[in-house]
């Protein structure tokens, strides 16, 4: 006897639906009340969320996210930028809104920095260092070269100290001490801060020194570096506020000012790192909060100090002006209630543990549609934050931003008459 004619004709009946299921895919366009609602460009309470525009069905096995240029989409095209290559992006919603030879591979010169403070930032977030702990400078340290906080040997110095020299003078002295402080030494710092770029997802980055002191290959891109510096707000917010808005930092009876020169430009902006050396030119990775919005630039081989201000600030006002960042979902919200097969509850929560935004040109709100991918059948147990789906964002047919969907609330098995039920049920459906 055959396959065939053992599944007779229910079970080739069940395979065409469950195939047709795997196919189907709807939209839904987003209430007219949910134009109305973006994020607002001057400080305000956020808004509440819009109502929830109905789910699709479609069975296709959730996706990573994906980030897309949705300055493609605005009738105002970016402005040219002098600059070898660069990006702007939307941290509230995580989008890109713009970018310029992004994946290129560049050297960073000081922005090296990002993910030296980011490892010493989780080195105090799980207790291997303290801010009031004092450290021993190295010879190394002392004499390494370039930009410096004038840090001496046989003369402790803070761990807070030498945050401020590594992020506010850009002092490779103090960057050395404290990749010491973490790793033993700065080699070791080197092998961490890669393992580090490897889980954060940075692709196209690999680091030989912790300072950025120039070496052929130690390079990045600046989408590396957006990420790099997007987690670093997002895991560290208390630390990030602390250190890099200082504009000026006085040790030894050295005072040394910010290089970021849109600190003193724009009241907005609050971080985050410049860099610069004859291989990379002039760089600047940059930050604002305008309302409930933050724009990060990334920008790399200005021609001079003050064109990568000007040119950063050209580029992160554009961001702010031409597009709106509208909340979708809240946090925890139910996105969609699909049903569940061999479960205690007959349908399940999916949504995202964060709230959802989405940028799109400005005035356009009103055109995104939603549409969900998920696993289907569902099928018990289903276990909090156990992606299942993704959310997809559409704006005139075109895709400006797609969000895992997790299990919110648990969904235990049914009992075993409720199991034998249901799988009678999933035979014949």
Not at 174 to 189: K, Y
Request: charged content about 20%; hydrophobic content about 45%; aromatic content about 6%.
């Amino acid at each position: 006897m055959n396959l065939r004619s053992t599944l007779g004709a229910t079970g080739r009946r069940y395979a065409l639906t469950a195939l047709a299921s795997a196919m189907l895919v709807t939209t839904t366009a987003l209430p007219a009340a949910f134009a109305a609602a973006p994020a607002p460009t001057a400080p305000a309470t956020a808004a509440g969320p819009a109502a929830a525009p109905a789910a699709t069905t479609s069975s296709a096995q959730p996706g990573a996210p994906a980030m897309s240029s949705v300055g493609l989409l605005s009738a105002i095209p970016a402005p040219a930028v002098a600059a070898r290559s660069w990006v702007t992006i939307d941290v509230t919603s995580d989008q890109v809104l713009a970018e310029d030879r992004a994946d290129e591979r560049v050297e960073p010169a000081s922005l090296t920095k990002v993910m030296s403070a980011y490892l010493v930032f989780n080195a105090l977030k799980e207790k291997r260092l303290s801010l009031d702990q004092t450290i021993n400078v190295s010879q190394k340290a002392w004499r390494t070269g370039g930009s410096r906080m004038f840090i001496e040997p046989r003369k402790p110095v803070s761990v807070d100290e030498l945050i401020r020299g590594m992020i506010i003078q850009s002092g490779n002295d103090a960057t050395v001490a404290l990749a010491e402080a973490v790793s033993g030494t700065e080699e070791a710092f080197a092998t961490l801060m890669n393992q580090e770029a490897l889980r954060l997802g940075l692709n196209n980055t690999h680091f030989v020194n912790s300072t950025g002191l120039p070496d052929p290959t130690h390079v990045t891109t600046a989408r590396d570096l957006a990420l790099l510096a997007k987690r670093l707000i997002q895991d560290h917010p208390a630390y990030y506020s602390t250190y890099y808005k200082e504009r000026q930092f006085t040790y030894n009876k050295i005072s040394q000012p910010n290089r970021n020169r849109l600190l003193f430009l724009d009241p907005s902006v609050d971080g985050m790192k410049t860099g610069h050396t004859d291989a990379a030119g002039y760089c600047l990775i940059a930050s604002a909060m305008r309302g409930d919005r933050r724009i990060l630039t990334v920008m790399v081989g200005a021609a001079s100090e003050h064109a990568r201000s000007q040119e950063s600030l050209k580029l992160m006002n554009w961001s702010f002006q031409n597009f709106d960042t509208v909340r979708v979902y809240a946090a925890n919200q139910a996105v969609a209630e699909p049903p569940v097969w061999k479960g205690s509850a007959k349908t399940a929560k999916l949504g995202s543990p964060q709230p959802i935004w989405v940028t799109v040109p400005r005035g356009q709100a009103g055109n995104i549609k939603s549409g969900i991918e998920r696993t289907d059948p569902l099928v018990a147990p289903l276990l909090p934050g156990q992606q299942v789906g993704t959310l997809k964002l559409t704006l005139n047919d075109k895709p400006v931003r797609e969000v895992p969907l997790v299990v919110l609330e648990p969904v235990e098995l049914a009992g075993i008459f409720g199991r034998a039920f249901d799988a009678m049920r999933l035979w014949f459906k």
